[in-house]
């Protein structure tokens, strides 16, 4: 969330490209503390104000007990991002919350620890945990990260919690962004999440992976078109909120 | 290939479940000096038996140039192995040959330097080489290697070469092959390299992640309707040749 | 800290050996959930208990703004553990403390990022920050992390804060703390942080890497050798606070 | 090598610094096949040159059969590179010479792997294998590769084979490598293999990461100091042929 029209702008947009949920960052984690941090709860006022507008339910990442209770009244989803999915006191605090909870797998988790920090959420009573794929590091460099499309395939058979996939952050090139949204649908996925902004080259933060709401179109019909020759998604529980096919 | 009438018995299964090529290893790389290192000549033989009964066209990997000398009647696509990636020498010889290459990429090459590669066999005027995604080493356990999808559709955006997947060794888990099957063609690859064993249980090498026939027919069908959902493949030199969907 | 005769006894053992700082656990940020957690406040009883009867400052780590309040009466520094280094809500909070901070290098953070990090903490006042090399995540399994020294050097050449090295995290093996030691302070580390235990096939945790009061005299003596053969540590921040040789 | 008179003085000057060996590149791998691939055999006769006009036995490295050939009139050492430590059938060449053979470890290759590569040299009968570590592929970008001094002590572990380290591939950044040389030595390496170049900016390759012969001498130093300090190299059988201190 950049400003009040442009949040309300992409909203719209992105509803009418198929999305059926919206991420907006308000508290953003940047690597450097001199970097924008997000507008903060004036952030998530005009992200409570395009929900209004559009209808999408709001998914946004929260980084400490005191964003949780600032954020409550305007999100539905919390969001828990790489930097801080080894954070077991903030896991613990989404977990007494009732919001479901999208968990975005650290920068070099294995598997199993990402298993593990659903966990700590779950075992605090709130069992909507939606996992969510967003590439590791490697020692590749054409790509940000390098999208674990297995880890994909993997954790379906792993546990029936949904697991979504970002291959904004997972590809960090716009132009990988439809190819590899196909192969997580493909391969399982139960939803997408996905950098909108209609003018990439303006964007305060991560312009490079951002496509535009046209691009985004496509990529709501290619899904369409492979779960037809496929078959849906497999998880029931992500079917009733939609797959968050989303905007920061 | 671990004996004559195992190969025989493989290939007509392969041949009935859809494959277009059959490869099949006589000279094995193997960590160890004391692992099976294949049969050598007489596994040649089997090959170009197997091809005989089935019409499939052979893939069988070479790591000198005795090796090439003594694959060249029996092989039609030269296999050059991930841990021969970074061997020139032996790219150079068979760019000198006028036999498709099937190049697989290094444990840890990157995205350029797998390019690279092909080109030190392009460069002696054999202009028939296919490129080969086979997972990447990463700190992940769960699986063999991590499979780089995003290689995969950053390489058909990079050169016109045939880009094919091997999901079999690129997760080392017969459960993921399947799903990521599915991903790779999605993401737009040529083709697919799988291993098949009928009885993986018994395989004297890598039949943790090997899968029978018959679930490689499956595997077959849903290329298929991935084509029909999203158009074909885009490689028309890999079109005349037929996707490789093959067994070791 | 596993109980409070133990908790005396390795610090009487550490600092007869030539530890100058001693680092218990009191608060564990454990993988699984369902695993040992520390013992909590009570831990840090013990902590205080064993200073008072060594002399030796005590390190502990915090994970949560509640912790940072509980630990403040017993513990001299705060310890931010590898997992929490992207955790920039927390790395604020105690940069609002006046207690020196030992940061701990994330799995897969960059030279770049863990310096940032420390910038998180910097920025809020608090200017005693210590560095903290602990291996990162590789393919390499035989070691449980890849310890970096040349990030040591790195940093040495980068900032004026002090830099220490865990083997013990870093490698995972008992019989590699030694050398290990001994390349870290001679490629400029200004100390170690060493996990000790009597009976590391007792421990409650990590007893695969810890070693024994006696090893670690005979580690101090190494120390000792190497500052006399090629000059002593070069940060005189920490030459006054000592080298934090300790034990969990 | 780039030609002869460079040859030849940095031949006398790393011999005044205290090399015992010196390391030239006549054929060169590189990534690109457009880049300079060193002068063949003029390079080997230069080097021969270097060897009469200082008395240092020659390194240099292999990639085929032919090139064991044609260097065997002119170096002591066979060196095979990072790129080539997989590719068995070059292993076994170099194992039916009776020259020693450095061995550098594959850019991805773990502990387990570089000892089998090993194996199969010292299956053929030839047993002087000298391990070289040189840094493996990490996610890290501010060093070249992350040089891996677990690893040595390791080795130094797990075999009687000895072990020495490249500080110049394994950072790439010439203010590195005198850090990671006394850290290399102090967790045990029989030996160093360092670049230099005495106008490192003019260099035809890897300039950035060449130290000139006086920063060696300085070197040489360290190393005398830290044996002195902590006790000498472990292996006699490199303590006959000197330590590899050298150059390309």
Known sequence: VENRDHALDVARHVRDAGARMLRGGAFKPRTSPYDFQGLGVRGLEYLAEAKRATGLPVVSEVMSPEQIEQAEPFVDVFQIG????????????????????????????TIQEFLSAAEYILLEGNLQVILCERGIRTFETHTRNTLDLSAVAALKALTPLPVIVDPSHGTGRAELIRPLSRAAIACGADGLLIEVHESPCEALSDGDQAITSAALREIVSDVHKIHLALGGPLSPALAQTGEPVSVS
Do not use: D, H
């Open 82 to 109: 790489a930097r801080n999915m080894f954070n077991y006191e903030l896991l613990k605090e989404v977990g007494r919350t009732r919001r479901p909870v999208l968990l975005k797998r650290g920068f070099s988790a």
